[in-house]
């Protein structure tokens, strides 16, 4: 509720411009059934057709002032809420941001996804309800029943009653339906977890023909949704047609007890049955409202954890660490375990890269070799020792200055909708186009790229969608050159070349990278036996630090990958 009311606080002006409007539009409303039992106890009883005219022709020019009410509020009602979705989604952009990996995990994108799109909506819906209905509601009600009472004041114990009841339904029904709206988004999460999963990965799952597993997948997700949309909503079905029923009984009881043969008092029974209706459209926009304000508070809880969410890294002062990264990267004693997991991915490791050193990284799959090179930009911390660049703390420096300085080239090559040369631009948005070739050309991309029609400024789909898996690979690793970093990591990102252009790849970075400090992750001993030294892991511990040929020598786990990947002994 305090997002709500923050988020109103910064366009009251525009938001009260709004009641405005729609206290006139209500107050028309209201004077129209006085106005109709003036036309029959005094026009039509008395048969005065001047006394009509006139009376008509005020309730004509009260309507034309009502309607007016009505645009000018739908105009202002709907520009603020607007905003302040636009403003929402951006302050919880922004948020996510600032947030490390940690958090990321623990939120789930999926869910961070439904909570900027479906709960946003949810809560632009109801304040934009708020202007329209919520306001109008009991103005109308309270109107209303003001009138009834100065019409026919022997009703008021009956509306007492009828208010009662309503009340207690209304309460009711916010009760129960508080808990079942926030279940409801929570399986919207699911259901588009599943299906931003499947999206992801349709390849693999037409390459599998595993279809119909999705398919059931998704249609529990889409099941579990659907059930607790039925719950929800069957508490709304359940109550507004017994806050309806309680008004009508007070008509039905209205009617009963007027019994009236007196023709002067006519138009005030017809202007207090008008009335009682207005009072049953009334808490009917207001049980309405509350059902939609019990899905906004659920929508809004979710959207306000994540602008709650404290990041589970400190940060230093803007600017603090060295002025200039020489990268240098020591690794000592770390050790690094993911939230929820008992069992370290990273445990007691240490290691040196001097600057213009080229480093491999070796080990079997689920060695903890990505997660050791997550720590040197400081996308997680180190549960335990430091990790250091040119002697100091990662924790110590400013992330932006960290990270400008390093480029990360991941295992899955990422690429962006967009032109090629707007892709490369990410690693340096000032390069020059001589910058951006010589990357490429670095890559082994320059010769692929130069002979599409359109060259540098190729469109590419979505991730990349129109080139091949290896063409992806080189385009990553020559947008990571433009960046031009003093510590360069390679996660296991040329899986997709064959021997002969991974090869040319790493002797060019060598060749043309002088004093650039290389990270080089991978599973296959070609590509990293000819790096300066080697760090073997196995089961997140370092098992072996050397040469190629010192490894050969010392560490069982690497000459058992050399073996079984080369062979000979």
């Known amino acids: 509720m305090k997002l709500m009311l923050r988020s109103v606080r910064r366009h009251l002006g525009m938001f009260l411009t709004a009641i405005l409007f729609l206290t006139i539009e209500t107050l028309s409303d209201l004077l129209q059934p006085t106005f109709m039992s003036f036309i029959v106890d005094e026009g039509v009883a008395k048969q005065d057709v001047g006394r009509i005219l006139i009376y008509g022709g005020i309730m004509l020019g009260i309507a034309a002032f009502g309607a007016l009410g009505a645009v000018v509020r739908n105009i202002y009602a709907s520009r603020t809420s607007q905003l302040i979705g636009k403003e929402m989604r951006m302050e919880v952009y922004e948020k996510v941001q600032t947030l490390s990996f940690e958090n990321i995990d623990r939120l789930q994108p999926s869910s961070i996804i439904t909570r900027i799109t479906n709960d946003v909506t949810q809560i632009q819906n109801f304040l934009n309800g708020c202007m329209r209905i919520l306001m109008k509601a009991p103005i109308t009600c309270v109107g209303a029943i003001a009138l009834i009472i100065v019409q026919t004041p022997e009703q008021l114990p009956m509306i007492a009653a009828i208010l009662l009841i309503s009340a207690l339904l209304i309460l009711g029904n916010m009760k129960l339906g508080y808990p079942r709206f926030g279940v409801l988004q929570k399986k919207l999460d699911r259901l588009n977890a599943v299906s931003r999963e499947f999206l992801s990965s349709i390849r693999v799952v037409k390459a599998f023909r595993a279809e119909a597993g999705e398919e059931k997948k998704f249609a529990d997700a889409a099941g579990d949704f659907a059930r607790a949309g039925v719950s929800a909503m069957r508490v709304m079905a359940v109550f507004g047609p017994l806050i309806n029923l309680s008004v009508n009984l007070g008509i039905v009881v209205l009617l009963w007890i007027s019994d009236t043969g007196n023709a002067g008092e006519i138009g005030r029974l017809m202007a207090s049955v008008n009335y009682m209706t207005q009072v049953l459209f009334s808490l009917g926009m207001v049980s309405n409202i509350l059902n939609m304000a019990v899905r906004a508070l659920a929508s809004s809880a979710r959207v306000e954890e994540v602008l709650r969410e404290t990041p589970a890294q400190r940060m230093p002062e803007a600017g603090a660490g060295p002025d200039r990264i020489r990268g240098e990267v020591t690794f000592d004693h770390v050790s690094f375990s993911y939230a929820g997991t008992s069992r370290p991915a990273v445990e007691d490791v240490s290691f040196q890269a001097l600057p213009g050193q080229t480093i491999g990284i070796i080990g079997p799959t689920g060695s903890g070799k990505s997660t050791l090179m997550d720590l040197v930009p400081r996308f997680y911390d180190a549960s335990r020792g430091q990790v250091r660049i040119d002697g ?6 400013d992330p932006e200055r960290l990270r400008g300085a390093i480029a990360v080239v991941p295992q899955k090559a990422l690429l962006f909708s967009g032109s090629i040369r707007e892709n490369l631009r990410w690693g340096d948005a000032s390069a020059s186009e001589e910058e951006l070739r010589r ?21 590419l789909g979505q991730g990349g969608v129109n080139l091949s898996g290896g063409q992806k690979q080189r385009l990553s690793i020559a947008r990571a050159l433009v960046r031009k970093p003093g510590i360069l990591i390679l996660d ?11 090869a040319r790849v790493l002797q060019g970075i060598r060749r043309e990278t002088e004093g650039m400090t290389v990270l080089l992750i ?38 058992a990958i050399y073996e079984s990947q080369i062979g000979g002994a």
Do not use: N
């Open 392 to 397: 100091t703390d990662v924790t110590r420096i």
């Open 439 to 459: 990357a490429a050309r670095i890559a082994c991309a320059d010769e692929f790229v130069s002979s599409f029609p359109d060259g540098y400024d190729t469109d």
């Open 492 to 502: 296991d990102c040329t899986s997709a070349l064959d021997a002969s252009t991974e």
């Open 522 to 559: 991978s599973q296959r001993i070609s590509t990293v036996m000819r790096a300066d030294r080697i760090l073997c892991l196995e089961d997140g511990r370092g098992k072996g630090w050397g040469s190629h040929r010192e490894l050969l020598e010392t560490c069982s786990v690497y000459r």
